[in-house]
C-alpha cells in the first residue's frame, strides 16, 4: 500500500481516538469506497475504527453495504483478511449472526500465516461467546491465549477483557483493584472506547456487589459526558446499565456475630443461628471471607477432598439449598444466593459485628 495511504489511515484512527468521529469518518470512507475493486491486508486492519465510526454515527445502511461487499469478495478471494472482516461486520452490524462468525474467527485462528489478525479475531470470538451467555471458562481459555499487544487500543482492549474476566468470575475485590489501577493510565479523550468500556464494566461490578448507591453515582457521571457525544453505542450500553440498575431490587445487608457454639445472623429486624457443626454453617463461614466461592473451594471445605463433577454437584446443590433456606427467614426480597458459572455468590454484604473468623 502506498506510504500516502497508511498516513491517511493512521491519520483517521488518530482522529477516531480524539472523538472527531466526521473527519475520520471522511477519510476512512475514501479508502473503504475501493475494497470491492482492490481489497488490501489493511481493510482487516483498519475496519474495526470504520465500523465503529458507522455504528456510533448511527450509519447501518453504509454498515450494510460493506458486508454485503465483503461477503461477495470473501467467496470470490478467500483470504483470512476478508474472512475476519466479514466476522466483524456480522458481529456489530444490524444483521448479527454470532454462530457464522464464531465459524470464521476459529477458522481465522487456526491459519498461523494469519498471526497478525489473531489477537483481534480472539477478542471477537470472546465477545460472541460473552454474547450469547457461553461458559465463562470458554472466554477465560480464549483471552489467557492472547499475548500483550504493543498496540496502545488493542493492549487497552485486552486488559479490559481479563479485568471482565476477574468480574464474571466473581473475583469482585481483585477486579475492582485492577479497573481502578487501569483508569490511572487512560485518558477519557485519548482513550475514549476503553475508558467508557471500564466505566460500563465498573458499574456491572457494583451491581453485583449489591452496592446501588455507586452504580447510580457511576451512571451520572458517564452518562453527563456520553450524552454530549455522537457515539451511539455507548449511549445503548448507558441505557442498558440503567435499565439494569432500576430493575435491580436493593439487598440489605447480613450483620454477624461468631459466639460459641455457632453464627448470628442479623437483617431486616430478624435473625437467625447456625450451628458451626452443620454444613450450611461452613459454608457461610467462608462467605465471610470471600464472597464468591467456586465449586473446588467448596468441596474440599465441606467433604474434605478434592472436586469432582459427577459426584460432588449435586451434594454441593443440596448444601447450598439448604443455606438459603435458612436465609430467606430473614425476609430477603430476593434470592439471598446466587449462582455463577462455577460456584456461588452471596448477594448480601456481610460484616462481622465483633470477633474474627
Keep these: ?48 475504527y470504520f465500523i465503529r465510526c458507522l455504528l456510533e454515527l448511527g450509519k447501518e445502511r453504509e454498515l450494510n453495504f460493506y458486508l454485503n461487499q465483503i461477503e ?78 504493543k498496540d496502545r487500543p488493542t493492549q487497552l482492549n485486552l486488559e479490559l477483557w481479563r479485568i471482565k474476566m476477574l468480574r464474571d468470575e466473581g473475583k469482585l475485590e481483585l477486579a475492582e483493584r485492577k479497573i481502578t489501577k487501569f483508569f490511572e493510565g487512560v485518558d477519557p479523550i485519548l482513550d475514549w472506547y476503553a475508558y467508557f468500556s471500564g466505566k460500563i464494566i465498573l458499574g456491572g461490578l457494583y451491581l453485583l456487589r449489591g452496592d446501588k448507591e455507586q452504580a447510580e453515582k457511576l451512571l451520572v457521571e458517564t452518562k453527563a459526558i456520553v450524552d454530549k457525544s455522537p457515539f451511539k453505542t455507548l449511549k445503548a450500553q448507558i441505557s442498558a446499565l440503567e435499565k439494569k440498575l432500576n430493575t435491580t431490587p436493593i439487598t440489605p ?20 443461628e447456625l450451628s458451626y457443626q452443620t454444613i450450611p454453617a461452613k459454608i457461610f463461614e467462608v462467605f465471610t471471607k470471600k464472597e464468591w466461592i467456586d465449586k473446588s473451594q467448596l468441596a474440599k471445605k465441606i467433604f474434605k477432598k478434592e472436586y469432582e463433577p459427577a459426584s460432588d454437584d449435586g451434594r454441593l446443590h443440596y448444601q447450598i439449598h439448604c443455606l438459603r433456606k435458612i436465609l430467606l427467614e430473614l425476609d430477603f426480597d430476593s434470592d439471598p444466593i446466587s449462582f455463577e ?16 473468623v
Design 341 to 356: 458459572e462455577g460456584g456461588y455468590r452471596l448477594v448480601p454484604k456481610v460484616t462481622i459485628r465483633e470477633g474474627e
Design 253 to 272: 445487608e447480613l450483620f454477624c456475630e461468631n459466639g460459641i457454639q455457632g453464627w448470628t445472623v442479623f437483617c431486616n429486624d430478624k435473625r437467625i
Design 72 to 149: 461477495t469478495l470473501s467467496l470470490k478471494w478467500q483470504t483470512d483478511e476478508l474472512y475476519y472482516q466479514l466476522a466483524e461486520v456480522s458481529i456489530l452490524g444490524s444483521k448479527r449472526n454470532l454462530t457464522y462468525a464464531k465459524e470464521i474467527l476459529t477458522k481465522v485462528i487456526a491459519n498461523p500465516d494469519s498471526g497478525y489478525l489473531h489477537t483481534k479475531a480472539k477478542m471477537l470470538l470472546a465477545y460472541c461467546y460473552d454474547c450469547e451467555g457461553d461458559s465463562v471458562d470458554a472466554c477465560r481459555r480464549i483471552i489467557d491465549s492472547i499475548v500483550d499487544s
Design 1 to 48: 500500500m502506498l506510504e500516502k495511504h497508511t498516513k491517511d489511515l493512521d491519520k483517521a484512527k488518530e482522529l477516531f481516538f480524539s472523538w472527531k468521529l466526521h473527519d475520520a469518518y471522511a477519510i476512512f470512507r475514501r479508502f473503504f469506497d475501493r475494497l470491492p475493486f482492490s481489497p488490501q491486508p489493511e481493510h482487516a486492519l483498519y475496519l474495526s
